[in-house]
C-alpha cells in the first residue's frame, strides 16, 4: 500500500511544481506587459510637456525681445531728447523743448500699450496651443467622455472580434475604471445581441 500511495504523491509534487512554473510565467509576462503600458504612456506626457515647455520658452524670449526692444527705443530716444534739449538750452528755445518733453511722456504710453498687447497676444498663443495638445492627450479624450476597455490581462480591445460573450472587461474612463461583461459584439451599425457591454457590479 505504501509503496502505491508513494507514486501519486510524488505526480502531485511534480504537478504542483509545473502549476508554480506556470503562473510564476503568465505573471511575468503580465507584468512586462503593464510595464511596457506604463513606459509609453509616460514617454507620451514626456514630449507633451517638453512641448509646452517649448512654446513657454519661446514665449518668454519672445516677451524678453520685445522688451528690450522697447527699452532701446526708449533710450533712444531719451538720448535725442536731451540732445535736443541741450540744443534748444543754448539758443533758449523753451516752447520747443516743452512741447518735446509733452510728446514723450504719451509716446512713452503708447510704447507700454504696445508692449502690453504684445505680451496678451502671445499669451493667447500659448493658451491656443496648450489647449491644441490638450485635446491630442489620450487623457483628454477620455475627459470628452470616451472610454478604453482592455481585457483582464490589461490589453487594449481594439475591435468586436478580440472579446467573447462573457468576458470580463476593465472600462478606463476620464475619473476612474469600472468592470463590465461581454454580453454580445457587433462588427456592423445594426446591434445584433442587443447592448455590448453590461455593467458588473
Not at 509616460?42 to 512654446?55: G, K, M, N, P, V
Not at 535736443?84 to 514723450?104: D, K, M, Q
Request: net charge positive.
Amino acid at each position: 500500500a505504501a509503496e502505491m500511495v508513494v507514486p501519486d504523491a510524488r505526480a502531485q509534487e511534480r504537478s504542483l511544481r509545473d502549476l508554480r512554473g506556470r503562473l510564476a510565467r503568465a505573471i511575468r509576462v503580465h507584468l512586462a506587459e503593464d510595464i511596457a503600458t506604463v513606459a509609453t504612456l509616460r514617454s507620451q506626457f514626456a514630449h507633451y510637456r517638453l512641448t509646452i515647455a517649448e512654446h513657454e520658452q519661446r514665449v518668454d524670449d519672445m516677451a524678453q525681445r520685445i522688451e528690450q526692444a522697447v527699452l532701446r527705443g526708449q533710450a533712444r530716444r531719451r538720448a535725442d531728447v536731451e540732445r535736443l534739449h541741450r540744443r534748444l538750452a543754448a539758443r533758449h528755445p523753451r516752447v520747443v523743448i516743452a512741447n518735446a518733453r509733452a510728446s514723450l511722456g504719451p509716446l512713452e504710453v503708447r510704447l507700454a500699450g504696445a508692449l502690453r498687447a504684445r505680451v496678451v497676444h502671445a499669451r493667447a498663443s500659448l493658451a491656443e496651443r496648450m489647449a491644441a495638445l490638450d485635446a491630442m492627450s489620450p487623457l483628454g479624450v477620455l475627459a470628452r467622455g470616451y472610454a478604453i476597455a482592455t481585457t483582464e490581462g490589461g490589453r487594449a480591445v481594439r475591435a468586436p472580434s478580440e472579446v467573447a460573450a462573457g468576458q470580463k472587461l476593465s472600462i478606463r474612463v476620464h475619473r476612474g475604471t469600472f468592470s463590465a461583461k461581454v454580453d454580445g459584439t457587433q462588427t456592423s451599425d445594426a446591434p445584433e445581441n442587443g447592448s455590448v457591454l453590461e455593467e458588473h457590479s
